[in-house]
């Protein structure tokens, strides 16, 4: 069974910084464009920032441009989404996503082969 794992969630003041960790099982990691989408009540799943399967092309949402840094370690199979200057706005469920095989179809509608179970971020004002 295909799992990702979703670690580093959890309670945050306004301006603090997070860093959250994906770890994959029963795939081969590095076929799969990795990266973050994130959920708040009422809200669509908002994608949030990508990286390509060795690291070489990334995506950031316009919203965290700038505040956010996706990397991965391929030799671990884990993602990571290092979260700075965090705004309450960011409070959402963040869930690890992978793609096969590339940034682009991770980009894609429908793209997604395998989703974590989320983990809460929840950023005070």
């Known amino acids: 069974e295909v799992q990702l794992a979703e670690s580093g969630g959890g309670l945050v003041q306004a301006g603090g910084s997070l860093r959250l960790s994906c770890t994959s099982s029963?795939?081969?990691?590095?076929?799969?464009?990795l990266g973050w989408f994130r959920q708040a009540p009422g809200k669509e799943r908002e994608r949030v920032a990508g990286i390509s399967a060795n690291s070489d092309d990334t995506y950031y949402s316009n919203g965290v441009k700038g505040r956010f840094t996706i990397s991965r370690d391929n030799a671990k199979n884990t993602v990571y989404l290092q979260m700075n200057n965090l705004k309450p706005e960011d409070t959402a469920v963040y869930y690890c996503a992978a793609a096969w095989p590339s940034l682009g179809v991770f980009m894609t509608k429908g793209g997604i082969d395998y989703w974590g179970r989320g983990t809460q971020v929840t950023v005070s004002s």
């Open positions: 029963g795939m081969t990691f590095d076929d799969y464009a």
